[in-house]
């Protein structure tokens, strides 16, 4: 079965340094996603991404954080700067449809530890 | 803005027994409701996607229900098993605005089945 995979599973940084998170959604979605979970809060929403542009971002992705979709298969989540605050499990989402109407399909995430 | 609720936040039951999660939103101009299966420190594993035309999808022993107008969802899950065990979350994308795909979730409800 079709899966959405990120890597790293895990990554420690110091607080100041980048990141780079990367995701290979399914191969036939056209639409992205990256929502992050800091320990015991709820799942929230970033950025959506559709024909190689954010569609919405929330007031959580600001100018420290972009995305790209450097090629036909990959879809980064970069973190500029990282601060203490960052630190949470970060997922990759896809979906077929657009619109809301498609089912989103999530990675296992990557957790970020900035210490 | 959306809020969503989920109720009990805990249960605790027996190998075999039927149970109910429940879950609400605050604005019923949804597209859909997902929900999805979370295990401890994974990612999350959708379930059902119900539309907003909709009023009910199964799958196995899942039973999902939505009132869209009085702002509910229930998540019905037949026999229990040990490996139900996890945290259900439940997430709806918002028909307002330009929402794509941007789901909007509960904190969830944390299952405990025991043998």
């Known amino acids: 079965e079709p899966e959405v995979t990120q890597t790293p599973s895990h990554q420690v940084t110091q607080m100041g340094q980048e990141v780079i998170l990367r995701c290979v959604p399914i191969?036939?979605?056209?639409?992205f996603y990256w929502y992050r979970q800091i320990l015991g809060q709820k799942v929230e929403f970033l950025v959506s991404?559709?024909?190689?542009?954010?569609?919405?971002k929330s007031e959580i992705f600001d100018d420290q954080f972009s995305v790209e979709r450097p090629d036909g298969s990959n879809f980064t989540l970069k973190i500029r700067s990282t601060k203490l605050e960052d630190s949470a499990m970060y997922f990759c989402?896809?979906?077929?449809?657009?619109?809301?109407?498609?089912?989103?399909?999530f990675g296992e995430g990557s957790r970020l530890t900035v210490l | 803005k959306q809020e969503v609720t989920q109720i009990p936040a805990a249960l605790s039951v027996p190998e075999g027994e039927n149970l109910v999660l429940n879950c609400s939103f605050t604005?019923?101009?949804?597209?859909?409701l997902q929900w999805f299966r979370q295990d401890p420190g994974k990612g999350l594993t959708s379930l059902l996607l119900?539309?907003?035309?909709?009023r009910e999808q199964t799958s196995g022993r899942l039973n999902a229900s939505l009132d869209k107008s009085s702002g509910r969802s229930t998540l019905y899950i037949a026999a229990s098993q040990p490996g139900d065990s996890a945290t259900y979350l439940c997430?709806?994308?918002?028909?307002?605005?330009?929402?794509?795909?941007?789901?909007?979730f509960g904190q969830g409800t944390i299952l405990t089945v025991h043998p």
């Open positions: 604005d019923s101009a949804i597209y859909n």
């Open positions: 119900i539309q907003s035309s909709q």
């Open positions: 191969s036939n979605h056209l639409y």
């Open positions: 997430a709806v994308t918002y028909a307002g605005g330009t929402s794509y795909g941007k789901l909007t």
């Open positions: 989402a896809s979906s077929e449809l657009g619109q809301g109407a498609g089912e989103l399909f």
């Open positions: 991404f559709y024909n190689n542009e954010i569609s919405e």
